[in-house]
Nanobody
Framework: QVRLVESGGGLVQPGGSLRLSCEASGSIYSINTVGWFRQTPGKQRELVANISDVGVTKYAESLKGRFTNGRDNVASVWLQINDLETEATAVYSC???????????????WGQGTLVLVSS
């Protein structure tokens, strides 16, 4: 099992910056992809970014430029968000994937989520 804990969310003014962190524990050496989703009330959860075990990073097209996803080691990933807009207000959750079951169901663990509130 893999467990994830996010930190770094909070209140930030428009134009400000924030860095979210996610620490994994448990069977961390089975992890291949880690990343971030976000969700606001009434909207579907959307992918923000992810990074593979060989360092290939993918970003949501609409979020490129302001978001930077990094991985310090197999158990530690971060998300730097710059020039925040109010539209970035959401619960950000990190996830870790380590393959699929015999039936093709992804094996994924989720963090509890951290709220980012962009407001003046």
């Amino acid at each position: 099992q893999v467990r994830l804990v996010e930190s770094g969310g909070g209140l930030v003014q428009p134009g400000g910056s924030l860095r979210l962190s996610c620490e994994a524990s448990g069977s961390i050496y089975s992890i291949n992809t880690v990343g971030w989703f976000r969700q606001t009330p009434g909207k579907q959860r959307e992918l923000v970014a992810n990074i593979s075990d060989v360092g290939v990073t993918k970003y949501a097209e609409s979020l490129k430029g302001r978001f930077t996803n990094g991985r310090d080691n197999v158990a530690s990933v971060w998300l730097q968000i710059n020039d925040l807009e109010t539209e970035a207000t959401a619960v950000y959750s990190c996830y870790a994937g380590w393959g699929v079951t015999g039936r093709g169901v992804p094996l994924v663990a989720w963090g509890q989520g951290t709220l980012v509130l962009v407001s003046s």
